[in-house]
């Protein structure tokens, strides 16, 4: 082998070892987003109407805002949702108030029947951001809101 193809395979060794390593340095500086003016709130359904469950927060990160992934929960059920299990339930719709950040909203519509099966007193709303860089924040009482008859 000649000391060309060495050198040039060092060379494209070294190359591709600090294109790596520096991949890796940009990965471990992701920060997780952060979640600002959460609130939630309980409307009861009256008259045959509908009812809602309604949850708002602002979200920001440099990268931009993926998505948030939201469930609501009686504090009498002792469910307390993971983080894994929050990539699996519904999401927010986020509307972009800037590159950086969103304000996203969550609506879940109540039947006077299904109403009239909820457990009454505290809930909770846990929420799971998620950047566009990945990073994630996990909230596990985002907000708190009372259901009552």
């Not at 509307?95 to 609506?107: E, F, K, M, V």
Request: proline fraction near 5%; aromatic fraction near 6%; charge should be neutral.
């Amino acid at each position: 082998m000649s000391k060309r193809i060495i050198v040039s395979s060092l060379v494209g060794a070294a190359v591709i070892s600090g294109v790596a390593a520096g991949g890796l340095a940009l990965a471990s500086t992701t920060t997780p987003p952060t979640v600002e003016n959460s609130s939630a709130r309980y409307t009861a359904p009256f008259d045959g109407g509908t009812g809602s469950v309604t949850f708002t927060a602002d979200v920001n990160d440099d990268s931009g805002v993926r998505n948030m992934k939201v469930i609501a929960w009686p504090a009498s059920s002792k469910l307390d949702p993971t983080k894994a299990e929050l990539r699996h339930v519904d999401s927010a719709t986020c509307r972009s108030t800037s590159p950086t950040a969103s304000h996203c909203t969550y609506t879940l519509k109540v039947t006077e029947e299904e109403a009239a099966e909820l457990d009454q007193g505290t809930w909770y709303v846990s929420a799971l951001a998620t950047a566009k860089d990945g990073g994630t924040v996990f909230l596990p009482r985002a907000a708190t809101f009372s259901v009552t008859r």
